[in-house]
């Protein structure tokens, strides 16, 4: 069996952690089958990591084995916030901080971009009437 | 921020972000164990929240779960206290105190009542008030005082959810849990010694966007205690072999084996701690190499010693198996009643079984 091409010994022996829970390959499985929906219907997909057990070491096995791609960006919204696209374009990997810097919540989003990382009509009209203001009050002082 | 506007419009004041509040409720969806398809939903309903007014009582108890409310790392209590509720009376975290604290407490439940949600941690003592009293007021009359108003009742951990430790035999207190005494309004138990801060401030988000939750028979909130610490645990593939440790410091112990013989209470016990764990999701006593107490299950102080294994059938299985085989399904289905049957009066008696006892079926 393979996920995305990898051999499933190759992804057993690189988990670090002493008992596995044997739920590392079965994820990289969702993620196969997410990938395939998107291609052939458009369907987005959001996994929550906290949901699914997992052994010590084995989440930082997943990440490992997805890496990292051409996009890594750092939102700064109550806290910081990780969205990275993994090596297999569509995966992103979408980590929650909270001001402390400690992880409050952790997801991988299939999809084109996470919505997160778009402007949001609400922001973009705060930010129009912001950008108004300015220019009247410049127009006011000329 | 004021009670009359929503949450929305609070943060729009404030200059909170959209993508911001999007986060809050990525990480809510997912403290609360709900599927992400549901952050949408969690969004449009928090965003016209306007803020319920808490009452929180503490009676016989000893501040634990208010120290771990305290140490929620997801949805801060600051965050919930400030933005989701307006907690109008909690004794300890409250900066007035004695005639002006109690003051704070009836002004909350005159303006609110009937609508506010009512907090309890700690179990109720019975009749003898020198027990337990606050500004002269046992904690049973402040207890029906305060219930009859409210909308719904969260009993917080152990002791309000089950009497707990205070109810432990011989129960010198007389101590009964909150669904003792109040049977006419919704009560939502969170029991642990303590619950998981995460699962406080889950089950009260939660309440206020959704309502009720569903509950299961002893009414805890399915989201959270819908499965066992057993099924949730990462060491069940060595229960499943049958690797088991059998002391705190041997092979089996060193290798991360099932802690099943050294008293486990994970396959009885239904909490979050396997998936939500503690410690801002570090670890959990299981992860930590200790069995599982079963703290969130009713009279777990009595349910004999934490290092004693569950009892378990001790019909002779391999024997009575070979037997069914040469009966067919008859002789199979009796098996099954027969080790059922055994369980059942295990359980009825509380037998337990010693390590030993293991050892020799084996």
Redesign the interface.
């Known amino acids: 069996m393979t996920a995305n091409g990898m051999p499933a010994s190759t992804i057993a022996s690189s988990a670090p952690c002493a008992p596995p829970t044997g739920n590392l390959v079965p994820l990289l499985h969702e993620i196969r089958h997410a990938l395939t929906r998107w291609l052939e219907q458009g369907e987005e997909h959001v996994i929550d990591l906290r949901s699914i057990p997992l052994a010590p070491g084995e989440e930082d096995s997943l990440l490992e084995q997805l890496g990292e791609g051409e996009v890594n960006a750092r939102l700064s919204i109550t806290g910081p916030s990780d969205i990275i696209e993994t090596r297999y374009p569509a995966v992103w990997l979408i980590t929650h901080y909270n001001e402390n810097e400690s992880i409050i919540g952790r997801f991988i989003e299939i999809c084109e971009v996470p919505g997160i990382l778009k402007s949001q009509a609400d922001d973009i009209r705060a930010g129009l009437e912001r950008l108004e203001d300015q220019l009247s009050n410049a127009e006011t002082r000329a | 921020m004021s009670k009359d506007k929503t949450l929305g419009e609070t943060l729009?004041e404030r200059g909170?972000?959209?993508?911001?509040f999007?986060?809050?409720c990525?990480?809510t969806?997912?403290?609360m164990?709900l599927?992400?398809?549901m952050?949408p939903v969690i969004a449009a309903t928090l965003e016209k929240l306007r803020r319920p007014s808490v009452i929180w009582l503490s009676f016989q108890e000893c501040t634990g779960c208010t120290e771990s409310l305290t140490r929620s790392?997801?949805?801060?209590i600051e965050d919930l206290i400030f933005d989701t509720i307006s907690l109008d009376y909690h004794h300890t975290l409250q900066a007035a105190s004695g005639s002006a604290a109690e003051h704070a407490r009836e002004e909350a439940m005159q303006e609110n009542y009937g609508n506010y949600i009512l907090v309890v941690d700690g179990s109720i003592p019975g009749e003898n008030n020198g027990y337990s009293t606050i500004a002269g007021i046992s904690n049973k009359a402040m207890l029906l005082e305060v219930a009859a108003g409210a909308a719904a009742i969260v009993a917080v951990g152990s002791c309000a959810a089950f009497g707990g430790i205070p109810k432990a035999d011989p129960n010198p207190t007389g101590a009964v849990s909150v669904s003792d005494l109040i049977k006419d309004k919704p009560i939502v138990n969170i029991p642990g010694c303590p619950p998981i801060p995460a699962v406080i401030t889950g089950v009260l988000v939660q309440f206020l966007t959704f309502g009720l939750p569903e509950l299961d028979q002893l009414g805890r909130p399915a989201a959270f205690y819908g499965n066992s610490i057993h099924d949730?645990?990462?060491?069940?593939?060595?229960y499943d072999k049958g690797l088991f440790a059998d002391s705190f410091d041997d092979e089996g112990a060193k290798?991360?084996?099932c802690l099943f013989k050294l008293g486990c209470k994970g396959p009885t016990t239904y909490n979050a701690c396997?998936?939500?764990k503690w410690n801002?999701?570090t670890?959990f006593p299981i992860?930590a190499g200790h069995p599982c107490l079963g703290c969130s299950e009713p009279d777990f102080w009595d349910a004999g010693s934490f290092y004693k294994a569950l009892s378990t059938p001790t019909e002779d299985i391999g024997k009575t198996a070979v037997y069914a085989g040469a009966a067919g399904l008859i002789a199979g289905a009796a098996l099954g009643a027969s080790l059922r049957a055994r369980k059942q009066s295990a359980v009825k008696n509380h037998e337990r079984v010693t390590i030993d006892d293991l050892d020799q079926e084996s």
Do not use: N
Request: with cysteine; net charge positive.
């Open positions: 729009q909170v972000s959209r993508r911001s999007l986060k809050f990525a990480t969806a997912s403290m164990a599927p992400p398809a952050i790392h997801s949805a801060t949730r645990c990462y060491r069940r593939p060595f290798k991360g084996w396997a998936t939500t801002d999701g670890s992860e």
